[in-house]
């Protein structure tokens, strides 16, 4: 029964890695990967930190939130409508795997964009601004699950049922841009009024932010320990949604 179990989790494995191996040869590289995924956390974090004062260490932990929180987000809404356009997310729902396997390999093509990305952005704060990173280790796993929470925030929207990623990105941008606006990451939470703070709260961009601070310049406002709980509990909670849109879909045969 055990190696029965353990081979099973070993195909499931595999399948989800053949479906994240497959969307990233074929959707890294799209104009809408690239505009919503790659440019758009930069445009906004010089957008807002233009003429501001601030250490090296604060604007990179911004840096690095804004780009796993963007790029990680990106993925489902634009690869799911555009391959249900193209028929082949049919033939993968057909396909011998499980309907979380499949969604979970989803969330790992959104998750390895948002880490690849804040590579980029990490090592030109390293190199070009001479930042030391305060904890390494909770450097890495904020990022890790950052991007597999905001990944998971992002299938939600990739699991409407439509075809034209059009119809999602509108509504899935305005969600990513009311949880930055009410987030802790242009206005540090110390400096919000107090019924801001109780809203930032309900931001899981407010807890990746503060862990990237921990992270970078050694400090935060919340306990760091919660920061890793809230982000970890997101990426399990808002994958259930997904599969409930799914599940709701095939009932009513879209």
Same mark, same amino acid.
């Given at each position: ?64 939130? !804004? ?54 952005? !990490? ?24 991007? !597999? ?19 999602? *990105? ?26 801001? *703070? ?33 982000? !970890? ?22």
């Amino acid at each position: 029964m055990m190696h029965m179990t353990i081979q099973r989790l070993k195909n499931e494995f595999a399948q989800a890695w053949t479906v994240v191996v497959k969307d990233i040869r074929v959707y890294y590289l799209r104009p809408g990967m690239i505009m919503f995924g790659f440019l758009m956390p930069f445009f906004m974090f010089f957008s807002f930190s233009v003429r501001r004062q601030m250490e090296a260490g604060d604007g990179l932990a911004r840096l690095l939130a !804004l780009t796993v929180f963007f790029t990680a987000a990106a993925a489902g809404p634009f690869i799911i409508p555009t391959e249900r356009r193209v028929r082949t997310y049919d033939r993968l729902l057909a396909a011998p795997m499980s309907l979380i396997t499949l969604l979970l390999g989803k969330i790992a093509v959104g998750s390895f964009f948002a880490i690849a990305v804040s590579t980029v952005a !990490l090592t030109a704060g390293l190199l070009i601004f001479d930042v030391k990173i305060a904890q390494p280790g909770f450097l890495a796993l904020g990022v890790m699950l950052g991007a !597999l929470a905001f990944s998971a925030l992002g299938l939600i929207f990739g699991s409407i049922p439509t075809n034209n990623p059009g119809d999602v *990105q509108m509504p899935s941008t305005l969600l990513r841009w009311g949880l930055l606006f009410i987030s802790g990451v242009f206005v540090p939470l110390n400096e919000m009024a107090p019924a801001a *703070q109780v809203i930032a709260y309900f931001s899981p961009l407010t807890y990746a932010q503060d862990l990237m601070n921990h992270s970078v310049v050694g400090s935060g406002t919340i306990n760091v320990w919660l920061d890793v709980s809230v982000l !970890l509990l997101t990426s399990i909670l808002l994958l259930w949604p997904s599969i409930w849109l799914h599940k709701r879909a095939q009932v009513l045969g879209n």
